[in-house]
């Protein structure tokens, strides 16, 4: 697995505590400069032992940060809905 850019390698840490057993955890993340410019979003679709399934990244065009991080999580239920399995939003 590659290991992250020098200017993204921090010296913290977060975990978040493992999902159930079948069920998937999805992580998103909305981009938003201003109206003027394209905004995108990230998601990434963990399995309950922490194996990324899935992901998505992709721009978008927003008026607010809220629809930003909005579109983002929408993204993110439909990709984990492919998989059939219950889901937790971290």
Do not use: W
């Amino acid at each position: 697995m590659p290991s992250l850019p020098s200017q993204l390698r921090g010296t913290q840490s977060h975990t978040n505590p493992p999902p159930s057993n079948h069920s998937l955890v999805i992580h998103y993340d909305g981009s938003f400069i201003n109206d003027s410019q394209p905004s995108a979003y990230g998601v990434v679709v963990v399995i309950h032992h922490g194996q990324v399934c899935d992901g998505r990244v992709e721009n978008l065009l927003c008026s607010t940060p809220i629809e930003a991080e909005t579109k983002a999580l929408l993204e993110g239920v439909k990709l984990a809905q492919e998989y059939g399995s219950e889901c937790t939003v971290q």
